[in-house]
């Protein structure tokens, strides 16, 4: 009995260290427009609704950058820099819902 309590916290405390937390406090009533080739929805789109449309309980970014738009495929993620004032933050966009050019979009921040 021992040693299944000591695995188990083992496994835990791995567990801990190796899982990122997704912090979703925005549902998927962002919607953009996917344009050009591939298509996606361009970089300077996905950041102007990240920053709108993501409410983080108690503040709102100032502002966020994103390295690239977000393909208009369901599932497709970007990794973008969310700033709340001198502190910054990963956030994950993804596209939660894609019906033809319009793509749903989704927020994270990631811990």
Do not use: W
């Amino acid at each position: 009995m021992k040693r299944i309590i000591i695995a188990l916290s083992v496994v835990a405390v791995l567990a801990a260290g190796v899982v990122t937390v997704v912090v979703n406090t925005a549902g998927d009533g962002s919607v953009a427009t996917a344009s050009g080739k591939g298509p996606a929805v361009p970089r300077t789109d996905v950041e102007k609704r990240a920053a709108e449309d993501f409410s983080y309980p108690g503040d709102d970014p100032d502002s966020v950058s994103c390295p690239s738009g977000l393909p208009a495929k369901k599932g497709a993620t970007v990794r973008c820099t969310a700033a709340f004032g001198k502190k910054h933050q990963t956030m994950e966009v993804y596209a939660a819902k894609v019906e033809g050019d319009q793509v749903s979009l989704g927020f994270g921040l990631l811990k």
